[in-house]
T-cell receptor, first 111, second 114 residues
Framework: KNEVEQSPQNLTAQEGEFITINCSYS?????LHWLQQHPGGGIVSLFMLSSGKKKHGRLIATINIQEKHSSLHITASHPRDSAVYICAALDSGGGADGLTFGKGTHLIIQP | EPEVTQTPSHQVTQMGQEVILRCVPI?????FYWYRQILGQKVEFLVS????????KSEIFDDQFSVERPDGSNFTLKIRSTKLEDSAMYFC????????????FGPGTRLLVL
């Protein structure tokens, strides 16, 4: 069973700052998801990656399969980026299908 | 853009009552999922469904839970006799194919059991 850990748990930063959220997992995976959860509770998928790096606007996600580690970066952060960011692992092999979630990083960007 | 929808958005029920949570996945998707999130805790996998049968379920998904795809569009989660600890946000998700595809989440149903 995969253990997914995120750090930090809470992060408060000023508008414009570069943000990094980290995720590590214990067992080999086929893919890792980064998700965003807003205060109302809805979940939006930001990235799914299995190697290397992906970029979408001001968001960048990287993954190092050997080190079982992924990072989510936000450049030029803005108050509207305030949300909970969650990483979730899709285990490889064995017919595993559901995602294993981290506890989330609660990000607040202050103007 | 196609999206996953869920109804109702909120439901309050008495302990012991049956509830049915409904989801309409994205129309051409083949894999369907239910997750739950107890307030203040992480999201947990409940069940995955493909080709009209359960493909995987977690230890949370006991005999009180069942899933069904009664027609070509709806995907339902039934809780037969609700307990206080079933109070949570329930998310439906769908995916086009099994490998290499993003899961798309619905907005969730907030269930409160009194």
């Amino acid at each position: 069973k995969n253990e997914v850990e995120q750090s930090p748990q809470n992060l408060t930063a000023q508008e414009g700052e570069f943000i990094t959220i980290n995720c590590s997992y214990s067992v080999g995976i086929s893919a890792l998801h980064w998700l965003q959860q807003h205060p109302g509770g809805g979940i939006v998928s930001l990235f799914m990656l299995s190697s290397g790096k992906k970029k979408h606007g001001r968001l960048i996600a990287t993954i190092n399969i050997q080190e079982k580690h992924s990072s989510l970066h936000i450049t030029a952060s803005h108050p509207r980026d305030s949300a909970v960011y969650i990483c979730a692992a899709l285990d490889s092999g064995g017919g595993a299908d559901g995602l294993t979630f981290g506890k989330g990083t609660h990000l607040i960007i202050q103007p | 853009e196609p999206e996953v929808t869920q109804t109702p958005s909120h439901q309050v029920t008495q302990m012991g009552q049956e509830v049915i949570l409904r989801c309409v996945p994205i129309s051409n998707h083949l894999y369907f999922y239910w997750y739950r999130q107890i307030l203040g805790q992480k999201v947990e996998f409940l069940v995955s469904f493909y080709n009209n049968e359960i493909s995987e379920k977690s230890e949370i998904f006991d005999d009180q839970f069942s899933v069904e795809r009664p027609d070509g569009s709806n995907f339902t989660l039934k809780i037969r006799s609700t307990k206080l600890e079933d109070s949570a946000m329930y998310f439906c998700a769908s995916r086009l194919n099994r490998g290499g595809e993003t899961q798309y989440f619905g907005p969730g149903t907030r269930l409160l059991v009194l």
